[in-house]
Structures are given as structure tokens and as C-alpha cells.
Nanobody
């Protein structure tokens, strides 16, 4: 079983940046697609960005395109979400999830498919 641990959340002013990290417990994570999802208070969870096993296929929600960048570092068992130009609407708990690469990264994000989930990290964008 793959365990995922998110970190990097915090309080940031509008226009600021944060980098979230999702660390996997086992090297077998390289066989999984990884996604970042978020849930704001009173809203449904949504897929933010997903990346495939090799890192050459990425999906971004329209709301974050051009501002967020997903990447993975196999040597560190880590997937990153670089978040720039943050807006108050980005405030949410951010979760990472892993799933088998039997679906596209777009499907993974849009249908929120995840076999394993992390515990989440809070991101608050406020002045």
C-alpha cells in the first residue's frame, strides 16, 4: 500500500506563491499516476492537476492553468505542485492521490480517481 504525505501549505497573501510536496512511502509509486485535488469550505472536491507515471502527460483545471505547475522527482519519491499568483479562491485543503495509470490524467482529475490519498494540507490565501 502506498502512503502519501502532503506538506508545504500555509498562509500566503494574494499574488504569492507556495510549493506543495507529496511524498510517497514506497518506490512503487513510480507505477502510479499522481493527482492534486482540493476542497474549499462548503464546496465539492475538485481535481486541480494530475501527472502520469513518466511525467510527460499533465492535466490542469482551467482555474489554475498558467499559474500552477505539477512535476515529479522519481529520485525523491515526490510530486510537487508549484502554485504562483495565488488568489483567495485557491483557499482549500489540498490532497494528493495515487492511482493506477489505466485512465488518462484528465480522467483521473475530472473523476477524482485515487486508490490512495494523503491527509491533506491547508492553503489559505488572504491579505
Amino acid at each position: 500500500q502506498v502512503q502519501l504525505v502532503e506538506s508545504g501549505g500555509g498562509l500566503v497573501q494574494p499574488g504569492g506563491s507556495l510549493r506543495l510536496s507529496c511524498v510517497a512511502s514506497e518506490y512503487t509509486w513510480i507505477y502510479y499516476s499522481i493527482g492534486w485535488f482540493r476542497q474549499a469550505p462548503g464546496k465539492e472536491r475538485e481535481g486541480v492537476s494530475c501527472i502520469n507515471t513518466s511525467g510527460n502527460a499533465k492535466y490542469y483545471a482551467d482555474s489554475v492553468k498558467g499559474r500552477f505547475t505539477i512535476s515529479r522527482d522519481s529520485a525523491k519519491n515526490t510530486v510537487y505542485l508549484q502554485m504562483n499568483s495565488l488568489e483567495p479562491e485557491d483557499t482549500a485543503i489540498y490532497y494528493c492521490a495515487a492511482t493506477r495509470p489505466s485512465v488518462t490524467v484528465e480522467t483521473m482529475c475530472l473523476t477524482q480517481q485515487g486508490m490512495y490519498w494523503g491527509q491533506g494540507t491547508q492553503v489559505t490565501v488572504s491579505s
